[in-house]
């Protein structure tokens, strides 16, 4: 189906008449394209967009990502992933769950590059996650830049703050105090483990506040 078409097809496709559109056009309101040769051009796809939809690409699948920041929120990472999965099923969307155990500050995450590299191979059509920083801490909009590139779908089913943000910030704050202070003064040393008791502590006492 043509979606460029001339004033008469178009007048008819909307209902109104010639004068109208020539009306419409000087007013500004509907602005048509123009042939080489000067003759107007109305872009239905633009006016009717349902009518122009290409059907979906069933090669393309949904994709659901669940992440926690350590292993002992397993038992999150599995509610997580649950409530991806029945929101899925009720789209009746066929579906696959990536999950990662890592904090939401590091982009090495094996599942994290299996979903990226899917995408940029244009293996998924829709990515669907619970919160906004399940993907990355910092960088998320990285990520949905790249969905947009490649027309990937994202559904956000939560786009407040969780209940679990200040524990998982906690985690991936001690997960970069870590890596800084094992790389300042070794891994083993006296020192690095005083440092990181201490952190601990700190973090444990925040959190019963």
């Known amino acids: 189906m043509n979606s460029l078409v001339g004033i008469r097809e178009a007048a008819q496709a909307l209902g109104v008449s010639i004068s109208t559109l020539r009306r419409w056009e000087r007013e500004g309101k ?5 042939t080489p040769g000067g003759h107007r ?8 967009p349902e009518r122009f939809r290409t059907a979906p690409d069933l090669s393309r699948k949904t994709v659901a990502y669940a992440r ?8 999150d990472l599995e509610h997580q992933k649950q409530v991806l999965e029945r929101y899925c099923t009720r789209q009746g969307w066929s579906y696959e769950v990536i999950t990662d155990l890592g904090s939401g500050v590091n982009d090495h995450k094996k599942g994290l590059k299996r979903l990226l590299n899917a995408i940029v191979n244009d293996q998924v059509g829709r990515l ?3 919160h906004k920083d399940r993907l990355l ?3 998320a909009e990285m990520v949905f830049a790249v969905c947009e590139a490649k027309e990937v ?9 969780e209940a679990t943000f200040e524990d998982d910030l906690a985690e991936d704050v001690m997960e970069l105090i870590t890596l800084f202070s094992a790389r300042l003064y070794g891994r083993r040393s006296p020192k690095n483990q005083e440092l990181m008791d201490g952190i601990k502590q700190t973090v444990q006492e925040t959190r019963l506040d």
């Open 153 to 161: 779908e994202v559904v956000i089913l939560n786009q407040g703050e």
């Open 137 to 139: 801490r910092f960088g």
């Open 41 to 48: 051009r109305y872009d239905l796809a633009k006016l009717f």
């Open 68 to 75: 926690m920041s350590s292993h002992n929120q397993e038992a």
């Open 30 to 34: 509907l602005i048509p394209e123009h």
């Open 128 to 130: 669907v996650i619970t």
